[in-house]
């Protein structure tokens, strides 16, 4: 697809529906995962993405044993889309691997955070589970009237940023933004391997892909 049909996409899908899914009241609450080791210092961030979760993510790690890897799983219905992308470039610049745990989802807000997960080496590290679920669809307020055009352009202009500074599939990016606001689209494990996800197996106990 090339960059103008890309933009038009994502536009189009926008112009529809733009804010973020904020019919979830509750901040996301951070806590120390089991999985933690002398070597991984991991988190679990369950609950709604609201303004603010990035700061308190930050005061929760400082408090944390300085270890060399750290990790976040992630169960979310969604929330801000835009604390939700600064979360995706906190866990990028400071090396943070993003898991959506067997069980869990991650959808929405939640998803596009995810996508910012990174290794200790600085490349992408994202991990999905087979029986956990990562969906994607265009953000909406309830009872909010639409943005003007130049509002939505900024919001598109907004998120291709992001995907490009994160390494984003760009694929994942026209396929959120091509299911509308009320529906989810739900990554199947062929695509989550396909985009470069790594895959969890809890059967096996292993990666997939």
């Not at 265009?138 to 490009?164: K, M």
Request: proline residues 4%.
């Amino acid at each position: 697809m090339g960059k103008a049909a890309l933009v038009w996409t994502l536009w189009s899908a926008l112009l529809v529906s733009t804010q973020a899914d904020t019919n979830h009241a509750e901040a996301l609450e951070f806590s120390t995962h089991a999985n933690t080791s002398p070597r991984l210092t991991a988190i679990r961030a369950e609950g709604s993405i609201q303004n603010g979760d990035t700061t308190r993510l930050q005061v929760f790690l400082a408090a944390q044993p300085r270890r060399p890897i750290s990790a976040i799983y992630l169960s979310s219905p969604g929330g801000s889309l835009y604390e939700g992308l600064r979360l995706g470039r906190y866990f990028k610049d400071n090396r943070i691997k993003t898991i959506v745990e067997g069980g869990s989802i991650c959808a929405s807000a939640c998803a596009f955070a995810f996508l910012g997960g990174h290794d200790e080496k600085g490349k992408p590290w994202r991990s999905s589970s087979d029986n956990s679920q990562l969906g994607f669809h265009a953000f909406s307020t309830p009872g909010q009237p639409l943005r003007n055009e130049n509002e939505t352009q900024h919001t598109v202009a907004d998120l291709l940023a992001y995907g490009q500074e994160i390494d984003a599939p760009l694929d994942l990016l026209v396929a959120a933004f091509a299911t509308p606001s009320d529906q989810m689209y739900w990554l199947s494990q062929l695509e989550i391997c396909r985009l470069g996800i790594k895959l969890w197996s809890n059967e096996l106990k292993r990666f997939l892909c």
